[in-house]
């Protein structure tokens, strides 16, 4: 086997990497340690920013298989033929804690997938559940500071939690899947992935149609109650898998879609935008359209997976985005966030990189040059960078009208002013429905984790939280009434 002589980080050999060199045996090292400096600066810039929320998380390799073909929905490319494979790598996560916390929190799942398609890079970054707390994105950084660690104690804050639910009904629907039975993921593999939001395909005769995704787990759907969870391996999630796809076990989703027509839209009694509402299955139903399999674990998961940087906002011809207010912010705030966590030219990492040819007039920033992929690892060397030019018939990048969206409907008559959620109050009938379907072991477990969290709670918080299980159903708010009792009073 090749040996290797151990270099500094420029190539030359180094002599000996345990001892500084100092003033006689017992002094003081000296300046021409320059080698000794190069490992503790390096060292001290190893951690990056971690992810404002989703820090802990683990990815993998896999691919994505047709297998309807949706040429009749979208031009996207990656989805015309049945068999066709993309490439895609996947991420795992939890929400609310740090890089180093535990997998087993009663949090909401990541699921995040970048398809690497042949007309660049589309991302779903959705979660394990097809609804979320919010759908407005100017309550996000509010809700997640309530979620986070209390300013001052630096220790999670159920009180704090449940005030702010107190005041936003809308999250009834999310909460009341989360504190549910299936709140805990026993692993990543044994769990659902959605987009929760709606997007948009257009087809090529420029139709719009409005669509959710839906990532069913081949593997069956697991869960862990709260004391299975207290006694669980705290990375026992990220352990799951790798060793999953080390055995060779590789796991799998079945993608289904959800479609509604613009003329749906319209009519429809729910608004197809807000993302506290599901479309029930009934009215439009799942068509399945492809397998999802993961199959390679990373080589380094610093590079690899902590690196990673999934955008919403990353789209491809036939494939965009909706009216859901929610989603609209999210395009602003994921390469706002990779801009800052990992660096102007973020996708031009390995991990990021798109596996089609890039030819953009971006051109510097820090890093610039790293990317085969984007015309040359040389920063697109002496090629041209600005647009228009007179290159375009030698090799100069140039805009492609055929991949124009089509525009963007409104779906009423519409004023540019806040619109407030006096329109479309009912926050209850789908948290109340999701409550009549569970048997009473799920109830008791329900209303018993939700009692946990909200005796923590003031007064004045508690009583608006069992009003709005009251309008769900009066008997979610009995039952959380009489489970706080008994934790006040224990027989
Ligand atoms: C307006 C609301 C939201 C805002 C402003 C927001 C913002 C962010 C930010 C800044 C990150 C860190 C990105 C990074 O550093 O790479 C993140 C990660 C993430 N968010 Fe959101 N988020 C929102 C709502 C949502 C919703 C509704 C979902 C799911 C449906 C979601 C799923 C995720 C996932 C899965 C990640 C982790 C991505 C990864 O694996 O790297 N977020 N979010």
């Known amino acids: 086997m090749t040996k290797h002589i151990l270099t500094t980080a420029t190539g030359s050999p180094v002599a000996d990497d345990d001892n500084s060199i100092s003033v006689g045996e017992r002094g003081p090292l ?33 691919k994505f298989t047709v297998t309807r073909s949706l040429s009749d929905y979208s031009i996207a490319d990656f989805l015309q033929k049945e068999g066709e494979e993309t490439p895609v790598f996947l991420r795992f996560s939890t929400v609310g804690g740090g890089q180093d916390s535990n997998d087993f929190a009663r949090d909401p799942r990541g699921f995040s997938i970048k398809f690497y398609t042949r007309e660049g890079n589309y991302d779903m970054v959705g979660n394990n559940t097809p609804v979320f707390f919010l759908r407005d994105a100017i309550k996000f950084p509010d809700f997640i500071h309530s979620q986070k660690k209390d300013p001052r104690s630096n220790l ?68 862990l109650t709260n004391e299975q969870a207290a006694q669980a391996s705290p990375f026992g999630a990220q352990q799951d898998l790798v060793d999953a796809i080390d055995r060779g076990e590789f796991p799998g989703w079945t993608a289904k879609v959800q479609i509604m027509t613009e003329a749906q839209a319209r ?60 989603l609209q912010g999210r395009l602003l705030a994921y390469q706002d966030a990779h801009r800052y966590r990992v660096g102007a030219n973020a996708n031009q990492l390995p991990v990021n990189a798109a596996r089609c040819p890039v030819h953009h007039y971006q051109r510097d920033g820090v890093m610039a040059g790293m990317c085969p992929a984007h015309g040359g690892s040389n920063n697109q060397g002496s090629g041209v960078n600005f647009y228009p030019n007179d290159q375009i018939n030698s090799g100069a990048a140039a805009p492609e009208p055929s991949v124009e969206e089509p525009p963007m409907p409104v779906l009423e008559n519409a004023w540019i002013r806040r619109h407030g959620i006096a329109n479309d109050e009912d926050h209850y009938s789908q948290a109340g429905a999701l409550f009549r379907l569970m048997d009473d072991e799920q109830k008791s477990q329900l209303v018993t984790t939700i009692a946990e969290g909200l005796v923590h709670a003031s007064e004045s918080a508690r009583q608006r939280m069992l009003e709005q299980f009251s309008r769900a159903d009066a008997a979610y708010a009995e039952g959380v009434r009489m489970a706080m009792e008994r934790l006040a009073s224990p027989a």
Not at 39 to 55: G, M
Not at 180 to 190: C, F
Not at 285 to 293: A, C, D, T
């Open 156 to 223: 999670p804050n159920p009180a704090a939690m449940y005030e702010f639910w107190a005041n936003h009904p809308q999250s009834l629907h999310q909460i009341t899947i989360l504190m549910s039975d299936r709140g805990i993921p026993a692993s990543y593999r044994n769990m659902h992935g959605f987009s929760s939001h709606t997007f948009s395909f257009w087809n090529k005769e420029g139709e719009r149609f409005w669509f959710k995704w839906h990532f069913k787990t081949n593997q069956g759907v697991k869960c």
């Open 30 to 62: 000296t300046f021409d340690n320059h080698y000794t400096f190069e490992k503790l600066a390096h060292f001290n810039r190893e951690r990056i920013p971690e992810r404002v929320v989703h820090a802990r998380g683990t990815g993998a390799y896999g």
């Open 267 to 326: 009519e429809y009694h729910i608004n197809p935008f807000d993302l506290t509402k599901v479309w029930p299955h009934a009215d439009f139903p799942l068509i399945e359209v492809g397998q999802l399999e993961l199959n390679r674990n990373v080589e380094n998961y610093f590079a690899e997976t902590e690196q990673a940087c999934f955008a919403p906002s990353n789209l491809v011809p036939g494939i965009g985005v909706s009216p859901d207010k929610m």
